[in-house]
């Protein structure tokens, strides 16, 4: 009957062990636990305070989006540069139909502003949507490999952006309200609305990468093209949908960066998908497509930004903010590490 | 296309103007001035562009202006200077980017007798320049820490603990300005104690989360000194979303027109101005007097002091030192 | 044959730029068939495939699926038409488990509101896939595991159980047995007759000549781009076979 084709070994508790180290995210919760506990020692207990914390989930909030985005492009084998530069773009856009078309400024807060913020976010998102298109259109049509694609989408976005701005920030109504950790019966929590609002929106991007179809062909793609094709799946028209994803998550970081500043400016997003790309390898993601999880990308991130807020916090120490970066890379190639590691245990 | 037909007109132009000058009626004909800045994207230059395009509109003088359109960076720059030069303009307004590495294309202009003036920046060897003209950093740092302890009402005999956001470690204006705020704070107010510095990288989300936790860090924190527009970015809104303005002494750098509006609101305590529209307007006169009346300046060497904006900075102040985007 | 045609293709040819890759070949495929399509490296093998699984659109001839002429824009159009095509080597992502694999391009969804939001049934498809390949004969691990997690021989397994399933008139198998052991390899041929059985019309390519010689009905030998030989499997030998497809034994024209 050809049932002989069967696999014949049951898991040993060794081979548990090993598989659950070889799950990404497990690794990252023990070093978030290690980073924690070391952190809190150096700091003299003021790492994990409510403040500090405030803080880290403030800059996971800036970055977790670009890391999402990031995850869904590289799972299909590709990669999305332009990102920080949709932030500064966005943030931009943003504050100029504000300032400039709107002719408000930032006399405008707390409840008055929350209409314009609101304008602020959908006009950030729809640039980020059209940057999107721009990039599928790129390595689409014109096939342009994503890499160099993006590139120049990044360039050029970011030379629009200090276009319209004139190189200077664009101050513009705000409630500041929005980035401040609520306080409840009195405890004050670390967590504010934009960081409530950008977690929700990563619980359900995971969603949509793990149990839809959307998922789905996005790591079919990544994964074997061709099979891809050959399923009757269009990999153009998945790739669109992709890079439009991006485009509007990075559009909504730059919404996320005006918020936090109240202001739309062209460094905004400067540096950002480098951190971006850091966080998705930290959370797993393999730059050869086809393999991540969001719950690693989230973790990841928080492990890049409670290394960055941690070193800060440090007293028992002075750790120079050059010193800050080497160990920032030492962390990202420890990671990569990791991963080849894994990689080779499993064959 | 029009980039040729526009060099080929300057150089015939200049041709003309110099065979006009052997027979001494250079008056009668319109001079041009090179301008080569470091990068177009800083609002440092935007507003040195106002200046200069209003000098040279005043003076009747064509202005050729040039520069990378966002990388401050030697490597680019050369090629612009070297092409501007083969333009032969009367005079070449230049802003080194690094001393050594401009000092070539700079002797080369002179050499093929075009007027040099160097600005904010000057190259390694400025005897063959008209002028050089500089902006004090130093002095903005040691204004920075009169400004803060100002603020905070500094008395001697007591302590008091504050912050520097820098942007990176090597950046040449963040090195000037933290020297001098350094030495002032030495000099005057020995009671100040500079806890804590970190770097935004350019990015004021970063610039934002460094003081976000030197504020949890110092709960004690008197002051802060954001050494450029990133950083006071970044430092203004962290103030303000945890309702400290006010209560701990922000002082930034450059006047970036919505700073300008933080000073109004006491959100920052005082912004260290530079006046790039002065240096732009000083260099292009003093260019013109030397190349019409061969006229060189009294002084050499001009610095041009930094200035404090504050709450009792006159409006019509406000509106000079104000960065202006050029259109 | 007592069958009706079920696929066929008339005189089609197909260039890439100066190189004929096929050239005027004609193929009747009947209903509960299989027909070996063999010959040398640059025949025209693969080309043929291409254009009968719609990956490629010939430049002359035509494509009648019972009796009714059809063009192909793209494979999605010859899937829905009820071809199923396994390529050589590359039918399957790696990365993706078992039932993914085979309900890739043919998802279910979930009932209600999720569902319409695109939130599939992975519960109800690992049940359906693990039905449909013991259906047609293909045993594996667990329909939840990673296809990398198989060995060669079970993604086979799998790559063919897929295509079998699925298939509802033509079933194009290229190279099935390449790379398998002799016992998979016989499970292979197993599923093959099978197929048949149900009634469609299965076409087998292969190098493995034994393999073709003791599944197929008929054997049809392409050299340089041209049909040059049709015939029951019977009034072959292994021998005038390989002299077909060599051109060292005399052809049909």
């Known amino acids: 009957m050809g049932n002989s084709i069967q696999d014949s070994q049951a898991p040993s508790l060794l081979d548990k062990v090993k598989t659950s180290f070889r799950n990404q995210s497990v690794l990252l919760v023990a070093t978030l636990v290690i980073l924690g506990v070391v952190f809190q020692i150096a700091s003299e207990g003021i790492f994990l305070t409510t403040g500090t914390l405030a803080t880290v989930l403030n800059d996971w909030g800036s970055y977790i989006l670009l890391a999402v985005a990031q995850t869904f492009v590289v799972i299909t084998g590709g990669i999305d540069l332009s990102v920080g530069s949709t932030v500064s773009l966005s943030s931009v856009v943003a504050g100029w139909v504000l300032v400039q078309g709107l002719h408000l400024d930032s006399s405008i807060s707390g409840d008055a502003a929350i209409p314009y913020v609101l304008l602020a976010v959908l006009v950030a998102l729809l640039v980020g949507l059209t940057v999107g298109a721009l990039n599928a259109f790129l390595i689409n049509i014109l096939k342009i490999v994503p890499f160099i694609a993006t590139l120049a989408t990044m360039g050029a976005m970011s030379g629009m952006a200090i276009i319209i701005s004139g190189g200077m920030p664009l101050q513009g109504p705000n409630d500041f309200n929005l980035g401040i950790p609520y306080t409840v ?15 929700i929106i990563t619980v359900i991007a995971g969603l949509y990468l793990h149990k839809t179809r959307f998922g789905l062909y996005t790591y079919a793609l990544g994964s074997n093209p061709f099979a891809t094709r050959a399923a009757g799946i269009s990999p153009a028209r998945h790739i669109t949908k992709v890079y439009m994803l991006s485009g509007g998550l ?9 918020i936090r500043l109240g202001a739309g400016s062209p460094s905004n997003g400067a540096g950002m998908e480098l951190y971006a790309i850091a966080a998705t390898v930290i959370g797993g993601v393999s730059l050869m497509g086809g393999v991540g999880r969001i719950i690693g990308i989230a973790l990841g991130t928080l492990v890049l930004f409670t290394v960055q807020s941690g070193l800060l916090m440090v007293k028992v120490v002075q750790v120079s903010p050059s010193l800050k970066q080497v160990i920032v890379a030492i962390l990202i190639a420890a990671a990569v590490a990791v991963q080849t590691l894994q990689k080779n245990g499993r064959k | 296309m029009n980039k040729r037909i526009l060099s080929v007109g300057m150089a015939a132009l200049a041709v003309a103007g110099l065979t006009l000058g052997a027979t001494g009626c250079a008056s009668t004909k319109k001079l041009s001035i090179a301008f080569v800045m470091g990068a177009e994207s800083d609002p440092f230059f935007q507003a040195m562009k106002v200046g200069a395009t209003d000098e040279a509109a005043a003076e009747g003088v064509d202005l050729i202006w040039q520069g990378d359109p966002s990388a401050y960076d030697v490597a680019t720059q050369v090629p612009i200077v070297d092409n501007v030069i083969a333009q032969k303009p009367d005079g070449l307004v230049l802003i080194p980017t690094d001393p050594n590495g401009l000092q070539a294309s ?7 007798g075009i007027a040099v003036a160097n600005v904010d920046t000057h190259t390694a060897d400025t005897t063959d320049a008209v002028i050089t003209i500089t902006g004090d950093n130093a002095d903005g740092g040691a204004k920075a820490a009169d400004a803060i302890a100002g603020a905070i009402g500094y008395k001697a005999g007591k302590s008091y603990q504050v912050v520097v956001g820098l942007t990176s470690a090597t950046a040449t204006t963040n090195v000037g300005r933290l020297d001098g705020f350094k030495a002032q704070v030495a000099a005057k107010y020995p009671g100040i104690k500079i806890v804590d510095v970190a770097y935004s990288a350019s990015n004021p989300q970063t610039a934002n989360s460094n003081v ?16 450029d527009g990133t950083n006071a970015s970044g430092a203004a809104a962290a103030l303000q979303a945890k309702n400290l303005v006010g209560k701990i002494a922000l002082v930034g750098y450059d006047a970036y027109p919505a700073n300008v509006e933080l000073v109004k609101t006491g959100v920052f305590t005082a912004l260290i101005a530079q006046d790039p529209a002065a240096e732009a307007r000083l260099a292009i006169k003093t260019l013109v007097d030397y190349i019409k009346n061969g006229t060189k300046p009294s002084n050499h060497d001009v610095v041009i002091p930094n200035v404090t904006i504050d709450k009792n900075t006159s409006a019509s102040d406000l509106k000079k030192y104000t960065y202006v985007a050029a259109k | 044959m007592p069958n009706k045609v079920i696929y066929e293709v008339r005189n089609v040819s197909k260039n890439y730029g100066a190189v004929v890759a096929l050239d005027g070949a004609s ?17 025209g093998k693969s080309t043929l495939v291409k254009v009968l699984s719609g990956a490629h659109s010939p430049d002359g001839g035509e494509i009648l699926l019972e009796g009714v002429e059809r063009t192909w824009h793209n494979p999605k159009q010859a899937l829905e038409a009820g071809i199923e095509t396994l390529y050589q080597d590359s039918g399957l992502a790696p990365h993706l488990t078992v039932s993914q694999n085979v309900f890739l391009g043919r998802e279910k969804f979930t009932k209600g509101i999720f569902g319409k939001l695109g939130f599939l049934a992975k519960k109800q498809m690992e049940a359906e896939a693990e039905a449909d390949l013991q259906a047609v004969g293909i ?12 060995s060669g021989g079970q993604r086979q397994a799998v790559a063919i159980g897929r295509a079998v399933s699925w298939a509802r008139k033509v079933l194009i198998l290229d190279e099935p047995t390449n790379h398998l052991g002799a016992r998979q390899a016989g499970e292979v041929l197993e599923v093959i007759k099978r197929a048949k059985k149900k009634g469609l019309g299965v076409i087998f390519i292969s190098h493995t000549l034994p393999h073709v010689l003791e599944v197929t009905d008929r054997i049809v030998v392409l050299r340089l781009g041209k049909i040059v030989r049709d015939a029951p499997t019977s009034e072959y030998t292994a021998d005038t076979l390989i002299g077909t497809i060599t051109g060292t034994y005399g052809s049909d024209e």
Do not use: C
């Not at chain 1, 990075?250 to 005006?258: D, E, F, P, S, W």
């Not at chain 2, 700079?106 to 093929?112: F, P, W």
């Not at chain 3, 045993?139 to 198989?150: D, E, G, H, I, K």
């Open chain 1, 185 to 199: 019966f009195g405890v004050q929590l670390p967590i504010s609305t934009t960081v409530l609002t950008v977690l």
């Open chain 1, 250 to 258: 990075a559009g909504l970081a730059g919404a996320y960066a005006y």
């Open chain 2, 106 to 112: 700079s002797d080369k202009a002179v050499a093929a």
């Open chain 2, 212 to 227: 976000n936790n030197w504020l949890t860090k110092y709960p004690n924190l008197s002051g802060i000194f954001a050494i």
């Open chain 3, 27 to 43: 193929l009747k495929l009947h209903a509960g068939e299989v027909v070996g399509l063999v010959g040398d490296n640059g025949a």
């Open chain 3, 139 to 150: 045993a594996f691990p667990s329909s939840n595991r990673p296809v990398s997690q198989l």
